[in-house]
């Protein structure tokens, strides 16, 4: 094995190719760490804004009922409470939906289900041509570059006629030679990931521990399908031109066209009916409630939330805050049944879409890499989960005080509530066995033809 | 009729070719004999116009045909496939019975003609590139080793199909180390070394061994 | 005798070799599963999407003819949807939508509020892609083109064929014309499959999509020819199949795949939008100067009220021929409406800034250019969306202040907000129209996406003709 390595080496070495993709792998995985440099940064910072804007909102109420101070039901109807989400430190290694889904959302006491489907403020265009993070260098270029050394391993020297002459020498067969060559490309590869990863950690500060090692730890794994791959391409093909058209096919239908057919397949047979139907809904439910008689709404309001029995009345010609909330709250809990449904849906179509991740590595990879950086649909649900405990936590703050028809006045926003808990999310549980099930299934067929055919 | 008269090639301050006269008429079959570096390829890119003489001049009367070593057609068509389409390009369109006139005429089975030439011998692929020749109503035959790798009977049958052209009307000259190819076929032989034309005389009947004499001496 | 050129029968010998292998049956077979399979899903997708909106579309002015008599206030806060116009076309090129929204609610003093985004509803290993028939052609067309011509002239070089080719062709010349010709002769089968597409949408029986469509199959033609003219120029240059299949793709992966990416990398680093956080932030800092536009009693009014007073040579509110507190709305509308197009311009320039530097690392990629034109040309590029968010703004703006000129006219100051006016006034207020999409609006700034595939062909047009 040691004589068939250093045999490769001196060959591989030579190739101007093998520096020109290893140094262009290296230097994408650089852009990479860059921008996720730029991804945190600006997260963190919009985070770390929030408490400023907060306060300065309140400033403004403050001044607003600086002289007699006002209703609290004014107060809560103007102001806004951040909810958010920080990033997981290996965020920015594989952003997954942290770019298009919203990870801070303001929400105020009114009716919460019409406030939840504001996007972030972004560029549309950017975010259709797709992400340039480290999971994407180390999850599908990689296994391109480990493609493009190894697809030729074998086919190379049958077209050179060398391959008779050194399957002469003894050594083992093709099949010994084949996993020889293919092993040292992958240590190839496996030391410019392991130095971008390296790179990363200290640029992006991740802390050293099994959480960030099982990152990378994931992405190598990752690989594995593709050293099958390459292998069977390696293996099969009679020429190298035909071994990389094969590469090629290979690296186009699992990276490109199988996780986007599945993208599209997944999207037309589990529509998510947008949250329009939610937004229609509540907002007919919550205004109808203006042209209906009070007490029966407020009625429905205290069957689905008895601890405020202790109102059990609202005026019907005056205008009282007390119905006002209450109104909102029986259209929240009105589609509460549609929230449900929808986000079991979504829930459904993810795990479809990790099930199929199966057929495309690439896909696969993404999948576990946004899990465990806690990036993924989960992690935005979530959020949005977090985001409706707090605004049952506004709820039974203020409910109290504005059915009690309380007065607020100066410094009242110093006791209003703040969102505290604010954790990521957490990784998904590691599962190492997808990738290497996939490989283990697919090296069987890595069978070299004959030296002769 | 191909005439070289006082043909010099340099590439550099190396001379290749020094001062060679050579004629071959119509008619005639001329082997080129000599070593590797003698200057047989030389000369024949020079009368291709491949390259230019550094001084002489060269005649050639008539459509010139090469015939590489290795002829090199598309594997994917057809022998008569690969005739028809290189006519075309010489702006000659063969119907299909032209072709097969035309392939028969050298020799290539019948059931070989519409198979793919993936399947050829190289004889069989140099019957086509001939037949190719032909069709542009060549009279100069310019063929480069043409017998290395082909079997004796190949070697046989290409002598035959040379002698046939030659009496059709050809001049025809070919390099080459096979001297029993130019005992059955050559009308004359000229042997180059170093770039000069160190013999030359007519075959008249005498047998391999016998030339192999006269290049050891020439040389 | 004049002997004909050998241009014709250069490319029908070259097509015939393309056909003749095995290989090129194949990958038809497989490019046209594809291209069926997404034309139907994405056609599927399209259609019952736009069924869903035209129904919501319906449903949502239902309920605002049939709201009861309401005041004008209340009617502006239960606000109304504006849905983008949705063409067929977009089945080829989905564009920016799942990114960008196609809704926009609206509602009085709220702008850019809830847009339905869908692309936080996916799975993240949907970023990789979504299988749309312009994907299909964008990269896999081109990768077929470069895996069955990257021998064109290079395998005539290693084989040794060119020698007798040129010896047939003589002093005519004509290889490169020839050869390049076949080539695209050859793979037309796969550019007619392509075109397919926007010409099948054709038929569903939506009016105005013909002339958009037959720019689309040009766009797509140029670029089939770029890819030819290309895959020609590298394989004349490398001396081997091998090497013109190597460079051929890397300039594919790095136009088609790594390009893109980096371009929305690159763009966002450099010139990074302002978080919405921030972006309301700064909002309410400045909408908060102006006043509160519900308090008639707000001292930031003062000066407004006075001055109506004047006009009107009346000393009390009261008084007025009109409700006051309409008018008031009518001016915090308008004030709030001017502070938010004020701050939305700045984000807006950071948009065109990253969008311009997309624009111009576009000339390295001709696939990002036919992306642009095809995206343009369905309706679902950047510029459409700005347009329908612009449109739905002006409309909301006028909306609202329909609504405020009932408060004013049909309510009384002395009521308190409580009148509820007659239910038929709001149905006088007409439906969000937008412009429907037009060629003229679709080519509107496209030139430099048009050059880039001209600067391409030019290019590669000169560098094949010089080596071949």
């Given amino acids: 094995m040691k004589a068939l390595w250093h045999l490769d080496w001196l060959r591989l070495r030579r190739q101007a190719a093998t520096w020109f993709l290893l140094g262009g792998l290296f230097l994408a995985g650089l852009t990479a760490i860059y921008l996720g440099k730029k991804f945190q940064e600006q997260q963190q910072a919009e985070i770390s804004r929030l408490d400023a804007q907060f306060q300065a909102q309140c400033d403004r109420l403050e001044h607003r009922y600086r002289e007699n101070g006002e209703h609290s039901g004014y107060w809560s109807y103007y102001s806004f409470y951040p909810v958010h989400q920080p990033p997981r430190p290996l965020a920015a290694l594989s952003w997954g939906l942290r770019d298009v889904a919203p990870f801070v959302t303001w929400v105020r006491l009114l009716g919460l289900e019409q406030q939840l489907y504001e996007s972030s403020l972004a560029n549309p265009l950017l975010q259709s041509l797709g992400q340039f993070d480290l999971a994407f260098v180390l999850g599908v270029l990689a296994p391109l570059v480990l493609l493009l050394l190894g697809h030729d391993v ?50 992006l500060q991740l802390p050293p521990g099994f959480d960030t090692f099982a990152w990378l730890f994931i992405a190598l794994l990752g690989l594995l399908p593709w050293l099958a791959i390459t292998a069977i391409i390696a293996a099969r093909s009679r020429s190298a031109t035909g071994s990389l058209a094969a590469a090629m096919a290979a690296f186009v239908s699992l990276v490109l066209l199988m996780p986007a057919l599945v993208n599209l397949a997944l999207s037309t047979l589990f529509p998510v009916p947008e949250g329009l139907e939610l937004t229609v ?13 009070r007490q029966p709404n407020y009625d429905r309001f205290l069957a689905e939330r008895p601890e405020y029995r202790k109102w059990p009345t609202v005026p019907e010609k005056d205008f009282t805050w007390r119905w006002y909330f209450a109104m909102h709250e029986v259209a929240d809990r009105s589609v ?22 199966w057929l495309s590595p690439p896909a696969l990879t993404q999948s576990l890499l946004s899990g465990h950086s806690g990036t993924d649909l989960d992690a935005h649900l979530l959020h949005l989960e977090t985001t409706r405990n707090f605004h049952e936590h506004l709820k039974a703050h203020f409910f109290p005080l504005i059915f009690d028809e309380t007065h607020f006045t100066a410094g009242a926003t110093k006791s209003f509530p703040r969102f505290q808990n604010s954790a990521p999310a957490p990784a998904a549980p590691l599962n190492p066995l997808p990738p290497l099930l996939l490989a283990a299934l697919l090296l069987p067929f890595a069978r070299p033809r004959p030296v002769l055919s | 009729m191909i005439q070289l008269q006082n043909i010099s090639k340099a590439f550099g301050s190396r001379p290749v070719l020094q001062n060679l006269s050579l004629q071959v008429d119509r008619g005639r079959i001329l082997g080129l004999l000599g070593g590797n570096g003698a200057g047989k390829t030389t000369t024949l890119n020079l009368i291709l116009g491949f390259l230019q003489p550094d001084s002489g001049t060269i005649t050639v009367t008539g459509e010139t045909a090469y015939i590489p070593e290795n002829v090199a057609l598309y594997p994917e068509l057809s022998g008569l496939e690969n005739l028809r389409a290189f006519a075309a390009l010489a702006g000659r369109d063969l119907s299909t019975q032209e072709g097969e006139n035309l392939l028969a005429r050298v020799k290539l089975p019948a059931e070989a003609m519409s198979r793919r030439l993936a399947s050829y011998s190289k004889g069989m692929r140099q019957r086509v590139a001939i037949a190719i020749a032909l069709a542009r109503q060549a009279q100069v035959f310019l063929l480069d080793e043409p017998t290395t790798g082909l079997d004796p009977a190949a070697v046989h049958d290409l002598a035959t199909l040379l002698r046939q052209l030659a009496q059709d009307g050809a001049a025809i000259l070919l390099t080459t180390h096979d001297l029993w190819h130019l005992s059955i076929d050559s009308d004359e032989v000229a042997i180059l070394s170093a770039g000069r034309l160190v013999d030359r005389f007519e075959v008249a009947g005498q047998d391999a061994a016998q030339l192999a004499q006269r290049y050891m001496q020439a040389k | ?35 069926l399979l997404a034309g139907l899903l994405s056609g599927l997708r399209q259609t019952r999407e736009r069924e869903q909106q035209a129904a919501y579309q319906k449903l949502v002015r239902q309920q605002w003819e049939s709201q009861p008599d309401r005041h004008p206030h209340r009617a502006a806060h239960y606000g109304t949807f504006a849905f983008k116009p949705r063409s067929l076309l977009a089945a080829y090129e989905p564009g920016i939508e799942a990114f960008a929204g196609r809704i926009q609610f609206l509602e009085a003093h709220r702008q850019n509020g809830a847009n339905f985004a869908e692309a936080s509803t996916l799975s993240s290993a949907s970023r990789l892609g979504e299988l749309s028939p312009a994907f299909l052609v964008e990269c896999v067309l081109a990768l077929v083109i470069v895996v069955l011509g990257h021998g064109v002239f290079a395998a005539e070089v290693e084989s040794g064929r060119e020698r007798l080719l040129r010896a047939q062709i003589g002093p005519r010349g004509g290889l490169w014309a020839g050869k390049t010709l076949g080539l695209w002769l050859g793979i037309s089968p796969f550019v007619l499959i392509a075109a ?12 105005g999509l013909a002339d958009r469509a037959s720019v689309l199959v040009a766009a797509l033609l140029l670029y089939s020819v770029l890819w030819v003219l290309l895959v020609a120029a590298v394989s004349s240059v490398c001396r081997t199949s091998q090497a013109a299949l190597a460079v051929l793709i890397c300039l594919w992966l790095g136009g088609g795949v790594l390009l893109p990416r980096a371009a929305a990398g690159l763009a966002s680093a450099a010139h990074p939008l302002p978080d919405k956080s921030e972006f309301n932030a700064r ?19 003062i000066a407004f009220k006075e001055e109506t007073l004047r006009k009107h040579g009346v000393s009390r509110v009261e008084d007025l021929p009109f409700n006051y507190k309409g008018q008031l709305m009518m001016a915090g509308e308008e004030q709030s409406a001017k502070v938010f197009a004020q701050e939305h311009a700045k984000i807006e320039a950071v948009l065109d800034q990253q969008t311009a530097l997309v624009r111009r690392l576009a000339w390295l990629s001709p696939s990002l250019a036919l992306r642009d034109l095809a995206m343009r040309l369905c309706g679902t590029d950047a510029a459409a969306q700005q347009r329908f968010i612009r449109e739905a703004e002006a409309y909301r703006f006028s909306f609202i202040q329909h609504l405020n000129h009932l408060q ?31 060629l003229s609006l679709a080519l509107a700034g496209s030139a430099a996406s048009w050059a880039v595939l001209g600067l391409w062909i030019a290019l590669a047009a000169l560098l094949g003709r010089r080596f071949a």
């Fill in chain 3, 408 to 438: 004013r006219d049909h309510t009384a100051y002395a009521e308190k907000n409580v009148q509820r006016i007659d239910e038929h006034l709001f149905d006088e207020i007409e439906d969000f129209k937008p412009t429907p999409h037009t």
């Fill in chain 3, 1 to 35: 005798m004049p002997v004909p050129s050998p241009i014709l029968p250069l490319a029908r010998l070259e097509a015939r070799l393309i056909w003749r292998r095995r290989a090129s049956w194949l990958l038809l077979g497989l490019f046209t599963g594809l291209m």
């Fill in chain 1, 336 to 357: 509460a049944e549609l929230v449900n449904q929808h986000t079991q849906h979504l829930r459904q179509r993810h795990a479809w879409s990790q099930r199929l991740a």
């Fill in chain 1, 281 to 293: 809904r509540q907002r007919q439910i919550m205004h109808d409630g203006w042209d209906q008689p």
């Fill in chain 1, 154 to 203: 074998l086919s190379r020297d049958r077209q050179l006629g060398v391959l008779p002459l050194l399957a002469a020498q003894g050594g083992g067969g093709l099949l010994r030679m084949l996993a020889a060559r293919l092993l040292l490309r992958l240590l190839l590869v496996v030391i410019v990931c392991s130095l971008l990863f390296g790179i990363a950690m200290i640029i």
């Fill in chain 3, 283 to 301: 909002l309410g800092e400045e909408i908060a100067k102006l006043g509160d536009s519900h308090n008639d009693k707000d001292p930031a009014f």
């Fill in chain 3, 196 to 207: 397919l597409v926007p010409l099948t949408l054709l038929f569903f029986g939506e009016s």
